[in-house]
């Protein structure tokens, strides 16, 4: 598969980022914990390719 042909990921953002906009009316624990996670997420998928992935997905 090329990489042209990868949609960019910056629009399947937008929902992600609406919803946390509106959970900062709830709390910033909330926000504290929405932004943890989805950092904790990144971290390993990005160790996962670069230390075991032969090819990025």
Known sequence: MSTSSVPPAF???IPLA?????SRRVG????VLVV??????SLLFGAYVV?????PL
Do not use: D, K, M
């Open 18 to 22: 609406r919803a946390l906009v509106r």
């Open 36 to 41: 943890g996670a989805l950092a904790a997420v």
């Open 28 to 31: 910033p624990a909330r926000v």
């Open 11 to 13: 629009p399947l953002l």
């Open 51 to 55: 230390a075991v992935a032969r090819s």
